[in-house]
């Protein structure tokens, strides 16, 4: 079991950067998907990028591509997510979430993750 907390989120200009974090307790992180899911008011959750438990292998949605990087240290239990050129249209809330997995895979589903954290809000002002 694996408890995510994010940081790093805030208010920043179009063109921007930010780089959010998330720190899971627990001593099975290594074995665990990471994910970034972002939700707009009024709109459903969705998946921004993920990462196998190794980091050998990573999914971006096609509106960040480019632009956003997912990394982990698994020494570190943590997780990020670097974002730049951000535009407006990325304001959400950005949730961090984790998913057991025996395969070396990604997962994109949100109702694959187990694990979420509560979020911490992104703002892009143009």
């Known amino acids: 079991q694996v408890q995510p907390v994010e940081s790093g989120g805030g208010l920043v200009q179009a063109g921007g950067s930010l780089r959010l974090s998330c720190a899971a307790s627990?001593?099975?992180?290594?074995?665990?998907?990471m994910a970034w899911f972002h939700q707009a008011p009024g709109k459903e959750r969705e998946s921004v990028a993920a990462?196998?438990?190794?980091?050998?292998?990573?999914y971006y949605d096609d509106s960040v591509k480019g632009r956003f990087t997912i990394s982990r240290d698994n020494a570190k239990n943590t997780v990020y997510l670097q974002m730049n050129s951000l535009k407006p249209e990325d304001t959400a809330v950005y949730y961090c979430?984790?998913?057991?997995?025996?395969?070396?895979?990604?997962?994109?589903?949100?109702?694959?993750?187990?694990?979420w954290g509560q979020g911490t809000q992104v703002t892009v002002s143009s």
């Open positions: 990462i196998s438990w190794s980091g050998r292998h990573t």
């Open positions: 979430a984790a998913a057991l997995s025996g395969p070396d895979r990604v997962v994109v589903a949100p109702i694959a993750y187990d694990y």
């Open positions: 627990g001593r099975t992180f290594s074995s665990h998907i």
